[in-house]
């Protein structure tokens, strides 16, 4: 059974940072694209960063030169590290694993990041 799991997030002070990790797990086969998006109750789930196979990656422009994406293929793992955050950045962080033999996404459960002004 596939599976993604996030861990890392907390509460942290404006202008501070957190990484977050993501790990991917069971029948999930090759991965291409893993993504991360945020969620605050009440808005859509709003996209944050992914990175393709090849380590190409895109950022919403919100988090352009604060947040990195990484990935480690052997380990099937994503990682978001997040620097100068600010209290808009709080939400529920969500991991995705596209799946390139089920044509799929497999999200985790996310992680919540708390940013106190």
């Known amino acids: 059974q596939a599976q993604v799991v996030e861990s890392g997030g907390g509460l942290v002070q404006a202008g501070g940072s957190l990484r977050l990790s993501c790990a991917a797990s069971?029948?999930?086969?090759?991965?291409?694209?893993m993504r991360w998006h945020r969620q605050v109750p009440g808005n859509e789930r709003e996209f944050v960063a992914w990175?393709?196979?090849?380590?190409?990656?895109n950022y919403a422009d919100s988090v352009k030169g604060r947040f990195t994406i990484s990935r480690d293929d052997n380990k099937r793992t994503s990682e978001l590290l997040m620097h100068s955050l600010k209290p808009e950045d709080t939400g529920v962080y969500l991991c995705?694993?596209?799946?390139?033999?089920?044509?799929?996404?497999?999200w985790g459960q996310g992680t919540q990041v708390t940013v106190s002004s």
């Open positions: 995705a694993a596209y799946s390139a033999a089920y044509s799929h996404y497999y």
């Open positions: 069971g029948s999930i086969g090759g991965i291409n694209t």
């Open positions: 990175i393709a196979r090849n380590g190409t990656t």
